[in-house]
């Protein structure tokens, strides 16, 4: 069974950090891409950041980018969101995720709550 599970959310003012990890299981880690999702409150899902199999290629949704950063350790299976300079839109449910067509992903974690506010 294909298990992802994401930690590290909580509450946070405007401009500080969290970094988030996602640990999984059940598949072969090292051979997938991996994905962060969010969901903002009332808003639809929207694609964070995108990480190769081998680490070595990203990609970032446009209000991410300078400010997040996506990494992987294959040998521990986990995925990690650096998430510096926070805003109060960043506020959201955040999902790890794999095999993600736009945002249609086959397998998402439970998700992590990540809310900034003053």
């Known amino acids: 069974e294909v298990l992802l599970v994401e930690s590290g959310g909580g509450l946070v003012q405007p401009g500080g950090s969290l970094r988030l990890s996602c640990e999984a299981s059940?598949?072969?880690?090292?051979?997938?891409?991996m994905y962060w999702v969010r969901q903002a409150p009332g808003k639809g899902l929207e694609r964070v950041a995108d990480?190769?199999?081998?680490?070595?290629?990203?990609y970032y949704e446009d209000s991410a980018k300078g400010r997040f950063t996506i990494s992987r350790n294959n040998s521990k299976n986990t995925l990690y969101l650096q998430m510096n300079s926070l805003k109060l839109e960043d506020t959201g449910v955040y999902y790890c995720a794999i095999q993600c067509m736009g945002t249609n992903c086959t397998v998402r974690g439970q998700g992590t709550l990540v809310t900034v506010s003053s």
């Open positions: 059940g598949f072969t880690f090292s051979s997938f891409w």
């Open positions: 990480i190769s199999d081998g680490g070595t290629i990203t």
